[in-house]
């Protein structure tokens, strides 16, 4: 019965948001079909949730939500359906961090937004620091898809107008410190270069915290 629910929601949500919106999918195909991957993403609003979990399939994909989510019910049954891991935000929350490393143990797709809260309005926030520690204890490639065009929805859908949805997906990299001692400077430093690998993806204008984004990363391996 859960597998029939989380299908239907899944059918719904993608027909639904071909119909409210024109999505530029064209870059999908290049999400590796197979292994662990983390997903890092742009947090602009509650759109880009639905819309990535229902298009990438047949790929499992596993994100973070806050845990005052599960303070809605319909919301709480749906991150449940979707095996959402609750996070406490604002702490090192060693049990989120836990899950998400079992999640990519699996083989699945771990999907995180570093910014750690919506924008609203598409411009990047600063990165938090705590994608650096999954991403070092895993070990596991790191892929940036990023979106833009869903900070207009709510406008246009006032208007009755469809409004286009941009994915783009970037280049895999793995995460090395370089030997040197991982204190908070340096996941800083971490997750902010991987914040600016997903601002080199989208135009100009919804860099925010990284329009300076075009300097040579340290701490990124990236695939060939």
Same mark, same amino acid.
């Given at each position: 019965m859960r597998l029939f629910f989380r299908w239907f929601m899944d059918t719904v949500i993608r027909l639904g948001t071909d119909i409210l919106c024109r999505i530029d999918k064209r870059d999908f195909p290049k999400v590796p079909a197979h292994g662990p991957l983390i997903l890092v993403t742009n947090h602009v609003?509650?759109?880009?949730?639905?819309?990535?979990?229902?298009?990438?399939?047949?790929?499992?994909?596993?994100?973070?939500?806050?845990?005052?989510?599960w303070n809605n019910k319909f919301m709480g049954w749906l991150f449940d359906l979707w095996d959402a891991i609750p996070v406490r935000r604002g702490e090192a929350d060693l049990d989120a961090i836990r899950a998400c490393l079992e999640v990519l143990k699996t083989g699945d797709i771990l999907a995180i937004a570093p910014e750690g809260t919506r924008s609203y309005d598409g411009r990047l926030l600063r990165g938090q620091p705590g994608i650096a520690l999954i991403g070092l204890h895993a070990g596991v490639p790191i892929l940036p898809i990023v979106h833009w065009g869903g900070e207009k929805f709510g406008a246009n859908l006032k208007k009755l107008k469809?409004?286009?949805?941009?994915?783009?997906?970037? !280049? &895999?990299?793995?995460?090395?410190?370089?030997?040197?001692?991982?204190?908070?400077?340096? !996941? &800083?430093a971490l997750s902010d270069e991987i914040m600016s690998q997903i601002a080199l993806l989208i135009p100009e204008e919804y860099r925010g915290e990284y329009a300076d984004c075009k300097n040579p990363p340290k701490y990124l391996r990236f695939s060939e």
């Open positions: 609003n509650s759109l880009e949730v639905p819309l990535l979990f229902a298009h990438l399939q047949p790929r499992r994909m596993i994100g973070l939500a806050k845990i005052e989510t469809r409004t286009d949805f941009h994915f783009r997906v970037g !280049r &895999q990299f793995t995460l090395d410190a370089k030997g040197e001692k991982v204190n908070g400077k340096i !996941r &800083q």
